[in-house]
Structures are given as C-alpha cells and as structure tokens.
C-alpha cells in the first residue's frame, strides 16, 4: 500500500479509537491492531501519539474548514452564504461525529501544541462568519468606516444615523461572529440529543434568532433594561 494511503487508514482509525476513549485511555496497540499493521509501523508514518493524534487532528479540523468555506464562498448576499455555511457545518459534525468529538472535546484537554491547532481552525472560521457579518451590515447601508469600531455599537448611546437605524462597525460584526460560533458549538451537541433535527433547520433556527435580530437593530430597534 502507498505511503499516503497507509497514513491516512492509520488516521482513520485514529479519529475512531480517540473519539471513542479519549487521548490518555487510546493505545498505540489498539490502533495499530485495527489498522492491520504492527505498532513500529505507527510510529514510522507519525512518529508518537501525540503526534498521531494531531495528524487526525489537522485533518479533521482541514475538512471541517473545507466544508464551511466551500458553502459560504459559493455566492449569494451575505446572510445566504452564512446560512450555506452553518447548514454545512451542522451536516458536517452529524456526519462525523467522532471528528467534532476530537475537535471540540479530546483536544481541549491537551497540550498547548493541541491547543494552538484548534485555536487556528476558530480563528479561521471566527474571521470567515466575520466578514460575512461585516459584508450583511454594509449591504444594510448602515455600516462605519471599514476597521473602525462605534463607541456604543448596538446600544443607545451609539453614532448618530439621523433616525436611519443604528451604525455598526468592525466590532459589532466581530461580536455578532463570536455569538454565532459559540451558538453553533454548542447546538452541535444539542443536535445528538435531538437527532429529529436537520442541519438545514438548525442553520435556518439559529440565523433567524441571530441574522434576524441584528437586522432589527440595525432598524434601529433596541432593548433596553427598564431602569436604564
């Protein structure tokens, strides 16, 4: 078997053997036995555990990106290319189960090595749902200066639009992208236990209670508390 084809069987059951056990608790001979080769071997093509397990890592995390990027980069105004791509990440985790366990789960509770790695793929995602956030405030017509950030953002007390609704920058998109991933992880494991729902609704749920919101802002409806 080719040199590619044999490392990327071993990373198979790699992902596999990690998300069902946990990094401390997978042994290198379990591994190597379900590949059908010998443990030198494991470490010939990856060299530890450790660095195994970021070679599942870096290709789970690589087709994860693939996935959202390939949906959000397809066309469309703004809000269509982030539906596309919350819809693709949401089939993606239903789809590989054992690569979002690994991902969000195993490598959290490791080195800094790990943990540099997943931060990369959040950082990826986090400025792709950015720019899309960015691009919807534009379109609205209520956009800052590009870069800036508006003291007040979405709240009362922000720029002056003349009545037009409220003015958002760089920030705001920033902070509107943070809530939308940090949502969507956690509605990740929310969809194990509800497998009755599909990517598709759980993308389209979550970007009326977030897109949806945003643009009412935008409108410039806000909420505030009753003794501010």
């Not at 996935?67 to 290319?81: C, D, S, T």
């Not at 596309?84 to 690994?102: E, I, K, P, T, Y």
């Not at 759980?202 to 209670?209: F, G, H, P, Q, S």
């Amino acid at each position: 078997m080719p040199r590619r084809e044999r490392e990327q069987q071993i990373i198979d059951v790699g992902v596999r053997v990690f998300a069902k056990r946990g990094y401390h608790a997978a042994s290198v001979d379990e591994i190597a036995e379900l590949a059908g080769i010998s443990k030198p071997m494991v470490y010939l093509y990856l060299d530890s555990k450790e660095g195994l397990f970021l070679a599942c890592l870096r290709r789970e995390s690589d087709r994860l990106v693939a996935a959202f990027q390939g949906a959000a980069r397809a066309g469309g105004a703004p809000e269509e290319r982030l539906y596309a791509g919350l819809a693709a990440f949401f089939a993606f985790v239903a789809a590989h189960r054992d690569s979002w366990v690994l991902l969000h789960r195993q490598a959290a509770e490791l080195g800094v090595t790990i943990a540099a790695a997943v931060a990369e793929v959040r950082r990826v995602v986090m400025a792709e749902v950015a720019g899309l956030v960015g691009d919807g405030i534009t379109d609205s017509g209520h956009g800052s200066v590009p870069g800036e950030s508006v003291p007040g953002g979405s709240v009362p007390g922000g720029a002056d639009t003349g009545g037009r609704g409220a003015l958002l920058g760089a920030e705001d998109a920033d902070f509107v992208a943070h809530a939308l991933v940090g949502a969507a992880d956690t509605l990740a494991d929310w969809m194990k236990r509800h497998p009755g729902q599909s990517p598709d609704g759980i993308a389209l749920r979550l970007m009326n209670m977030v897109w949806v919101g945003m643009r009412h802002v935008l409108d410039g409806e806000v909420w505030t508390p009753p003794d501010a």
